[in-house]
Antibody
Framework: QIQLVQSGPELKKPGESVKISCKASGYTFTDYAMHWVKQAPGKGLKWMGWINTYTGKPTYADDFKGRFVFSLEASASTANLQISNLKNEDTATYFC???????????WGQGTLVTVSS | DVVLTQTPVSLLISLGGQASISCRSSQSLVHSNGNTYLHWYLQKPGQSPQLLIYQVSNRFSGIPDRFSGSGSGTDFTLKISRVEPEDLGVYYCLQRTHNPPTFGAGTKLELK
């Protein structure tokens, strides 16, 4: 069955970096895009961007340009999200979600909570 | 960016009752290919969003027929009949017709 399994929770200080992974199984990794979605505590969902898992090309939403990097370890069917120079407002749960063209995100990871606190 | 306005913000429903959630878009969600990419999700506490309805009115695999979606253009509705305890959580609409994808702010379904 199709699964996206994300790495565990992270506690970081402001200014540090964090890397979250999303390991896919149950399908051919390079046939589907991987999207990232942010959810701040008690808030709604915000699309961050996506990465083409075939070419490796990332696309970032305007609010996520600069400190956010999407990458792949295609041989391991894994997509990564790295956030540098962490700020308090980066405290959130980050979800990966499989994309198929412009259709709905049908499969999601379980989410990774990143807490930024001094 | 397309703004999706969900109403109500919260909904108090008795078990076995019916719930209706509206999602209004700031622009038409009809794609140039004729399809409408408006989808509905339920996020239960502590879980990731789960797809309920895709492209306005199609139930995703395993979703019971108590859930139905309707609408067109800029105005969409999710109806939940015979509400059960496992239906509680926050419902979101998502549009993928226009870039970037955007979500509604959510509607929290609670028990009366």
């Amino acid at each position: 069955q199709i699964q996206l399994v994300q790495s565990g929770p992270e506690l970081k200080k402001p200014g540090e970096s964090v890397k979250i992974s999303c390991k896919a199984s149950g399908y051919t990794f390079t046939d589907y895009a991987m999207h990232w979605v942010k959810q701040a505590p008690g808030k709604g969902l915000k699309w961050m961007g996506w990465i083409n898992t075939y070419t490796g090309k990332p696309t970032y939403a305007d609010d996520f340009k600069g400190r956010f990097v999407f990458s792949l370890e295609a041989s391991a069917s894994t997509a990564n999200l790295q956030i540098s120079n962490l700020k308090n407002e980066d405290t959130a749960t980050y979800f990966c979600a499989r994309g198929e063209g412009i259709k709905a995100f049908a499969y999601w990871g379980q989410g990774t909570l990143v807490t930024v606190s001094s | 960016d397309v703004v999706l306005t969900q109403t109500p913000v919260s909904l108090l429903i008795s078990l076995g009752g019916q719930a209706s959630i509206s999602c209004r878009s700031s622009q038409s969600l009809v794609h140039s290919n004729g399809n409408t990419y408006l989808h509905w999700y339920l996020q239960k506490p502590g879980q990731s969003p789960q797809l309920l309805i895709y492209q306005v009115s199609n139930r995703f695999s395993g979703i019971p027929d108590r859930f139905s979606g309707s609408g067109s253009g800029t105005d969409f509705t999710l109806k939940i009949s015979r509400v059960e305890p496992e239906d509680l959580g926050v419902y979101y609409c998502l549009q993928r017709t226009h870039n970037p994808p955007t979500f509604g702010a959510g509607t929290k379904l609670e028990l009366k």
